[in-house]
């Protein structure tokens, strides 16, 4: 075993001028969207008066989780002291921060008012789980960067096992944080359950380290270094292990709410009779998110195909998309239940499922945020040493 | 010179002011007793409160909507949002019993909760209840995050899509911020009743009830007493100022 040395990427061929094209591309559409709502007020998305959270939502929540998700290989070398992940726990802690950075800047740019954001910054109502979330999510920032340095500062080194702790439990509360977002709601019916944080842990898991195992195999692959099967087929053992834990998840949850009898309209609207929303569940969370990804890790003749891993991955990313629309967007196209065993109309709306149809100004949002992440992960592996430069499974004892 | 024509109107006006003031005094001062000095702040010794007689309330009568359209001046000012987006302070709600048919009407707006959930979720503080129990938004530090609407189990806030202009200067409202029934907290701080009481009332359909829910001896307060008052999911406990009968 040799000692690992990190290099930078070379970063001068056309495929890699030409990644960053693309995503800056994608990121100046998301930024041009932000300006063109910003400056005629959100009239020009489709969100309304009734469905109040869409589109940009469904990615800056996504986006969050899935930072805390990515950390997962450099808390799992730090806090468990498994070798086999340590040479890979920088490229784990850069990437959850510009997962991070990615989600709050959709986040931040669909406020009414993102310029406030000062205020959003110093005055806090600490009964708000936003309020916790804002410190939380900035401390989370704080508290990786203090990891990575002591982690490529040499003389830091003996102490980054507590930052990876610290960062470690953090990270639990930070998603903890946001499943909570839905799990305080008590006006509707969808949210309102304490499974939601442990929910939203199991999902940044599972949905983070699809993220980390795909940025890695493509840096690996694009640069032309090795990366070992043992390595990758530890990695997706435990994508494996997460997805798993997912779907039971989403069982217990949906099993619950179907024994309590005020709960039997919202899930029917979910399951059965919701449209979109009950085929992005089923299609979406269940099969494409769920059971086809852990078929494609676990089944030998495809386990070992790289491709097939990147599909997988990919599946898990867009299931996950799928999971926060419905959860997120079909937990308010459900009416609130303010008159039991009645018929309610009115012109506002009440009492019926509501109609939801993004705009391509939201839409360019969402996707821009998702770009900006992954742009900033190119330049830090470009910039930083931060990929070690041979994975070989010879070189990094994977089975430790 | 200019100075001593200014001096000498004031001194006019002042006088004539003063004169004018020992007149009509006697009659003005039982109201004035009652309202709050604009340097006072609001008292946890009053509860401002709402009762709905659902009973006298008629289907297809909107008065109290169109008078906090008027008063507060919301409702044809959304030119570019679509009617999804368009705000609403009050409304009026049809209830049909699935059962039974039964059919009832009823105006829904903030409910003015005593624990109110969108100021419990507010980050920043925008979202606030007074102490004498009125729910508002400060629109100067509202950061237009919609999450007291996800919050709000009446559904009663509306989000601004769109840039206004001539707003009532007692009702300031902007794109990107959040707003609501604000039980014309204005008028109450000049010891006036909220719009869509007093159109209701003017109207003689008496549907509607004001008054301070800490007075035994107020109207409401007897009301209340006598013939009951139910909250809207008053399961959740927040214990609501808005009350209604017949439900």
Sequence with gaps: MKAIRYLQIEGRSVGYYALL????????????????????????????????????????VFLIIAASGALNVASISSVFNKKAYKPLALLSAF???????????VLVLDLGQPDRLIIAMTLYNFKSIFAWNMILYNGFIAVVAVYIWFMMEKRMNKYSRYAGFTAFFWRLMLTTGTGSIFGFIVARQAYDAAIMA??????????GLAIFILVMMASYHWSERELG??????MTNLLGVFIAAVLYFTLTYHLTNLYVTENHGVEAFILRDGGLYTQLFWIGTILIGGLLPLFLIYFPATAKNR????????????GGLATLYVIIIGGQAYPLEMFPGKIVESSFFDGGIKAYTPTL???LLGTGGFALSLIMVALVVKILRVLPDNMADANVDPHY | MKQDTDMNRRRFLGQTAGVAGLTIVPGVML????????????????RWGMLIDTRQCDTGCTDCVTACKTENGWGSTETKSSPEQQAQWIRKVKLTDKQTGHVQSLPLMCQHCETPPCVDVCPTGASMKRADGIVLVDKHICIGCRYCMMACPYKARSFIHEPLTDQKPHAPRGVGTVESCTLCVHRIDKDGTPACVEACNAEGHKAMYFGNLNDPDSDISKHLKQHGGEQIRADLGLNTGVRYQGL
């Excluded at chain 1, 990437?95 to 800047?105: E, P």
């Excluded at chain 1, 442990?198 to 949905?207: G, K």
């Excluded at chain 1, 099967?229 to 530890?234: C, I, K, N």
Aim: aromatic share 8%.
């Design chain 1, 198 to 207: 442990p929910m939203f842990v199991i999902m940044s898991l599972s949905y």
């Design chain 1, 307 to 318: 491709k097939m891993i990147s599909a997988a991955c990919v599946m898990v990313i867009l």
């Design chain 1, 361 to 363: 100004a939201e839409i």
């Design chain 1, 21 to 60: 094209g693309i995503l800056g591309l994608i990121v100046a559409a998301g930024g041009l969207a932000a300006l063109y709502m910003e400056h005629n007020g959100h009239y020009v998305t489709g969100m309304n008066n009734q469905i109040v959270w869409g589109i940009p939502h469904v990615f800056a």
């Design chain 2, 31 to 46: 109201y004035e007793v009652q309202a709050r000095p604009a340097d006072q702040a609001a008292s946890s010794s009053v």
């Design chain 1, 95 to 105: 990437l959850s921060v510009c997962l991070l950075l990615g989600g709050l800047t």
């Design chain 1, 229 to 234: 099967d043992a390595t990758v087929r530890r």
